[in-house]
């Protein structure tokens, strides 16, 4: 199966503010399907076409200048033209890739962030990659989708970073390992910034209160790591909860939905492909 966007070479670095350009040579919509089976990373790039990420089976984590997006089987997630993002994929993820040229249709909002595939749009999408249809046909198809695409907000798992140098080494921090405790305090402390002033922040900057964020950087981790074929009982420690019933609990508040569904879900998915 090709692989998701074009490869970077490996002797060069792209980052968010200089990514990588990938043009996309298309006047209507294309939509690739994609199978992961070790863990991958396409670095910082963008291209000149819109973008909808849709279909996932496992873990699929972008991350955009803005923050990181997870995206779940439920809903798509949508990336303008030009925006530059970077795609995480764990072992076994699962996901479909459409791009759609520009001016094909009403866009279904003007940012990053979260879309409802109705069911007719995944029936459509499927079948416009699969079979040969006459020019007049595709034509209408292809601009029908972009209207029945839906803005969303249930996307709960959007992890914004802060821009402040102080802030963002105490965001990265607790990316890198979620089951660090420390309190804002003592972050102060390792930073050099007071409690009060990194509080202020991380309101400030990501709209939500460091606990708040904290939560979110661990259920993000904590889908990542279900994904990748980890227990519940270990996920939640990996992620700093004691006890697994208080972690699905959490989870189940934040995501909408069981640690063990996710896993158990998945798991079934891989077993079915493998036969």
């Keep these: 199966m090709s692989s998701y966007g074009q490869r970077s070479d490996p002797g060069l670095e792209s980052s968010a503010s200089d990514p990588e350009e990938q043009p996309i040579a298309l006047s209507g919509i294309s939509t690739g399907f994609f199978a992961v089976r070790d863990g991958e990373e396409w670095g910082w790039h963008r291209h000149d076409a819109d973008e909808l990420l849709w279909g996932t089976r496992g873990a699929l984590v972008v991350d955009t200048e803005a923050g990181s997006h997870a995206v779940p089987w439920a809903v798509g997630l949508w990336i303008p033209a030009g925006a530059a993002h970077r ?149 939640s420690r990996r992620v700093g909860y004691a006890t697994p019933s208080a972690f699905v609990q959490a989870f189940r508040r934040e995501v909408g939905g069981t640690p063990g569904s996710m896993s158990g879900a998945l798991g079934a998915h891989l077993r079915d492909s493998s036969v």
């Design 87 to 235: 795609v995480r994929a764990e072992r076994g993820t699962e996901f479909a890739c459409t791009f759609l040229a520009r001016g094909i249709g009403e866009p279904p909002r003007a940012d990053v962030g979260a879309v409802g595939i109705p069911a007719s749009v995944r029936v459509l999408l499927d079948e416009l990659s699969r079979v040969d249809l006459d020019a007049e046909t595709r034509r209408l198809a292809e601009r029908l989708i972009p209207r029945l695409l839906d803005r969303s907000e249930s996307l709960r798992l959007v992890l914004e970073m802060p821009q402040d140098d102080r802030a963002r080494r105490v965001a990265e921090g607790v990316v890198g390992d979620p089951s660090d405790a420390r309190t804002l305090r003592e972050w102060g402390a390792a930073v050099g910034a007071s409690e009060r002033n990194l509080a202020r922040l991380f309101r400030r900057e990501t709209g939500v209160t460091f606990a708040e964020w904290r939560l979110k950087a661990r259920m993000l981790a904590a889908t990542e790591l279900l994904a990748a074929g980890q227990p519940v009982g270990a996920v």
